[in-house]
């Protein structure tokens, strides 16, 4: 099957529906409409486009998500860390979709999950 593209959410709506920020998910349906449908986690959800970045190719970058510190306080008690400003930003690896905090802004990083070494996306946010 030939690829249609990947896309991720923009905020919080889609977040609370389910997708992680940061994370690309597979497109399965394009149909020039107002939405799309992706691959999350093998079940087919149709998300508004207006609320997702969309991108041709896979992604083989970390992406970097930046929250707010009302966003920081609901992460940290949801996934029991600290609630300072080292967790303000988390980066999301593209191939195994884990996530990392970090204090510094490398070009590249190790993922200590999946053993692979990709290039960071600073170049925007999720």
Same mark, same amino acid.
């Given at each position: 099957?030939?690829?249609?593209?990947?896309? $991720?959410?923009?905020? &919080?709506?889609?977040?609370? !529906?389910?997708?992680? !920020?940061? +994370?690309?998910? !597979?497109?399965?349906?394009?149909?020039?409409? #107002?939405?799309? $449908?992706?691959?999350?986690?093998?079940?087919?959800?149709?998300?508004? $486009?207006?609320? *997702? %970045?969309?991108? !041709?190719? +896979? =992604?083989?970058?970390?992406?970097?998500?930046? *929250?707010? =510190?009302?966003?920081?306080?609901? +992460?940290?008690?949801?996934?029991?860390? #600290?609630? &300072?400003?080292?967790? *303000?930003?988390?980066?999301? @690896?593209?191939? @195994?979709?884990?996530?990392?905090? %970090?204090?510094?802004? =490398?070009? +590249? *990083?190790? @993922? /200590?999950? @999946?053993?692979?070494?990709? /290039?960071?996306?600073?170049?925007?946010? #999720?």
């Amino acid at each position: 099957m030939a690829e249609i593209g990947w896309a $991720r959410s923009t905020g &919080d709506f889609v977040a609370e !529906r389910g997708l992680r !920020r940061g +994370e690309w998910y !597979r497109v399965v349906e394009d149909n020039g409409a #107002a939405w799309l $449908r992706l691959d999350v986690n093998q079940v087919e959800v149709r998300i508004t $486009r207006d609320h *997702l %970045l969309v991108r !041709r190719d +896979e =992604p083989w970058t970390w992406s970097v998500v930046r *929250l707010t =510190p009302a966003g920081a306080a609901v +992460e940290a008690k949801r996934h029991a860390h #600290a609630n &300072d400003e080292a967790h *303000l930003t988390y980066l999301v @690896c593209p191939g @195994c979709h884990g996530r990392h905090h %970090l204090a510094t802004q =490398p070009k +590249e *990083l190790w @993922c /200590p999950q @999946c053993g692979k070494i990709y /290039p960071v996306d600073w170049s925007g946010g #999720a």
